[in-house]
Structures are given as C-alpha cells and as structure tokens.
C-alpha cells in the first residue's frame, strides 16, 4: 500500500527558504497517472493548496505563492520535494504532502503532515 | 483565487442529520463537478470523503452525502455519530486549473 512520509527541518527563520521532502513509499512515483501535491494548514486556520506535480515536470501552483513556490521530483530517490522561498511567520504551518490521480482534483492519499514554524 | 465560503461551525445531536454547504462562483465550483470533501480530526491528516460532487471512496460510510446545485455543493452526514466531529474541508477545481479551499466547518456533535 502506498505511503507519504514528509521530511525536513521544523524551524526555518524569517527571510530563508523552506525545503521539505516527501518520500514515497510501497509504489513509484514514476508509474504515471498520478500528480504529487503540498497542502498545508496554518494555526487556527484552514487548509490551502501549495502545488501539484506531475513525475516528468509539469506543475501547476497556488497563485498566491507562485513566485516564491517551488515543486519537484527525484524519481531516482522516489520522493518529491517542496521549495518556498523567503518565508515569514505566515508560513508558518503543518505541511503534508499527498497524491492525486491524473485528470481528477482530490487527493486520495496523505501523509501524516510536519510542522514548521518559521521564527527566528 | 478567493476562498471557498463555509459555515464556521454545524452541530447537531446524535442520530440527526446535518448539512455543510460550500459556496464559491462560476469558476470554481459552479463550472466543474470537481468538488470534493475532506474530514480532519485534530492532529490527524485529511481523510477523503466526497469525490466528484457526489462518489464515496471505498471504505467510507454511506452516512456521508455529497450533492451541488449551481454554485454551492453541500455535504450530509446522516445519522450523526460522536466519530463525526471533525473538521470538513470543501474544495474545487477552478478555470486556473489548480484546486481552492473552503474556509472549513467544525461539527460538533453535542
């Protein structure tokens, strides 16, 4: 059975980039017909779309975080990966990755999410 | 992209019925049967309910009802049970081609 397991550093300061992994697990992300996604869910607040990408590159993003987002794949170490650049506090936020047919718009599986605060 | 609108909060007692709507506009909700819903309890990861408007993934139970009339899709939890009280998220394929949020609903059951 397929498994998303987020990695990556639970404190980023102001003004630096957050980078966090998800490593897919018990299937390849290579297989096709999937896309790989970030969401996230702020304190006290609700969840918000990152990004969706597809294993050969094509990505589609928030448009309120597009210029500082970025996701991609390493079908070698079968994981994918979240870039966002200059965070503030706002980005503060339980992040989880997840997985998504093609040609569909929900998300089936998840993983169990990572924390980051960004403070310094 | 503006968020989708939800009830900050639903309650209702055990065994009622209770319904969740979620409002957006033409470009989202109201143009695309891509709606679907998610459950979250506190500290856990979203659970895929709803799919496509109306379709129940495998493994959920059929208390939970998805439907949409223009632009605002609704879900139903029949029979409500103390297992329910969650989080719910709508969301929405749009015109963008990327996917938006509602605000979500807490349920209480009391």
């Known amino acids: 059975q397929l498994q998303l397991q987020e990695s990556g550093p639970g404190l980023v300061k102001p003004s630096e980039t957050l980078s966090l992994t998800c490593i897919v697990s018990?299937?390849?992300?290579?297989?096709?017909?999937?896309?790989w996604g970030w969401v996230r869910r702020p304190p006290e607040k609700g969840l918000e779309w990152i990004g969706s990408?597809?294993?050969?590159?094509?990505?589609y993003y928030n448009p309120s975080l597009k210029s500082r987002v970025t996701i991609s794949v390493d079908t070698s170490k079968n994981q994918f990966s979240l870039t966002l650049t200059s965070v503030t506090a706002a980005d503060t936020a339980v992040y989880y990755c997840?997985?998504?047919?093609?040609?569909?718009?929900?998300?089936?599986?998840w993983g169990q999410g990572t924390l980051v605060t960004v403070s310094s | 992209q503006s968020a989708l609108t939800q009830p900050a909060s639903v309650s209702g007692s055990p065994g009622q019925s209770i319904t969740i709507s979620c409002t957006g506009t033409?470009?989202?909700?109201?143009?695309?049967?891509?709606v679907s819903w998610y459950q979250q309890h506190p500290s856990k990861a979203p659970k895929l309910m709803i799919y496509?408007?109306?379709n129940r993934p495998s493994g959920v139970s059929n208390r939970f009802s998805g439907s949409k009339s223009g632009n605002t899709a609704s879900l139903t939890i029949s029979g409500l049970q103390a297992e329910d009280e969650a989080d719910y998220y709508c969301?929405?394929?749009?015109?963008?081609?990327?996917?938006?949020f509602g605000g979500g609903t807490k349920v209480t059951v009391l």
């Open positions: 997840a997985r998504k047919y093609a040609n569909t718009w929900y998300f089936d599986i």
């Open positions: 018990g299937g390849s992300i290579s297989s096709g017909g999937y896309y």
């Open positions: 990408v597809y294993y050969r590159g094509n990505a």
């Open positions: 033409s470009s989202d909700v109201g143009g695309y049967n891509y």
């Open positions: 496509d408007v109306t």
């Open positions: 969301t929405s394929f749009t015109t963008s081609s990327t996917l938006v």
